[in-house]
């Protein structure tokens, strides 16, 4: 059973950054595909970033290009988002996820994931 653990989140100002990292275990971490999704009180959950197996491909939701860049590094079984230039409207509970799929395409969907992590919130203050 795979495990992800979130962490990274918190209170920032406007303007600002953070990076949450997402540490896997219990499975082979180079064989998933990751994503990151966001849930806003009241709103669904919605994808945000996700990167291809080894790395070499990312996709990204409109509301976030150029400001939050995902990464992973497969020897420390951990994927990364890092942000920047934070606006209130990023405020939410950040959630990694896990797939056993091999496309190199964006799987956008939550149902698309096996694995999912407990959340990290992040504010962003006006």
């Known amino acids: 059973q795979v495990q992800l653990v979130e962490s990274g989140g918190g209170l920032v100002q406007a303007g600002g950054s953070l990076r949450l990292s997402c540490a896997a275990s219990g499975g082979t971490f180079s064989r998933f595909y990751m994503g990151w999704f966001r849930q806003a009180p009241g709103k669904e959950r919605e994808a945000v970033a996700s990167?291809?197996?080894?790395?070499?491909?990312?996709f990204y939701a409109d509301f976030v290009k150029g400001r939050f860049t995902i990464s992973r590094d497969n020897a420390k079984n951990t994927v990364y988002l890092q942000m920047n230039s934070l606006k209130p409207e990023d405020t939410a509970v950040y959630y990694c996820?896990?797939?056993?799929?091999?496309?190199?395409?964006?799987?956008?969907?939550?149902?698309?994931?096996?694995?999912w992590g407990q959340g990290t919130q992040v504010t962003v203050s006006a």
């Open positions: 996820a896990a797939t056993g799929a091999r496309g190199s395409v964006w799987y956008r969907q939550t149902y698309q994931y096996d694995y």
């Open positions: 990167i291809i197996w080894s790395g070499t491909t990312s």
